[in-house]
């Protein structure tokens, strides 16, 4: 019987290190490495907030997904422009789960 590794956790909401990607768009290197992961675990994940995190599209799909962590990129539905700190100033955050099989 294979041991299945269940973990989660979430960024900082107000104090995430959201990165510029383009004028239009952020993202952001998440750490899971406290979860212990010794492969690459399936990530899933949803943004959070105060507000307004609705109108974005982009937090729930993954990339670079590693056992120590993953990206995401996210940007507003409409392509407004989106910088870090109005990312924090709505509170926004990534929440995520993961599983190793």
């Known amino acids: 019987m294979s041991v299945v590794t ?3 956790g979430r960024t900082t909401p107000g104090a995430t290190a959201w ?3 383009t004028a239009k768009g952020i993202y952001l290197d998440v750490d899971t490495s406290a979860a212990g ?3 690459t675990p399936v990530y899933i994940t949803s943004i959070g907030g ?3 995190h609705w109108g ?3 937090a729930t799909s993954v ?3 590693t056992a120590t962590g993953f990206r995401v990129y996210v940007r507003w539905v409409d392509f ?3 910088t870090p700190a109005q990312a924090n100033s ?3 955050h990534i929440n995520w789960m993961g599983m190793q099989q």
């Open 19 to 21: 990165q510029v990607y």
């Open 6 to 8: 269940i973990a989660s």
């Open 63 to 65: 990339y670079l997904a």
């Open 90 to 92: 709505l509170g926004w």
């Open 80 to 82: 407004s422009p989106l």
């Open 50 to 52: 105060n507000s307004s």
């Open 37 to 39: 992961f010794t492969d």
């Open 56 to 58: 974005t599209i982009g």
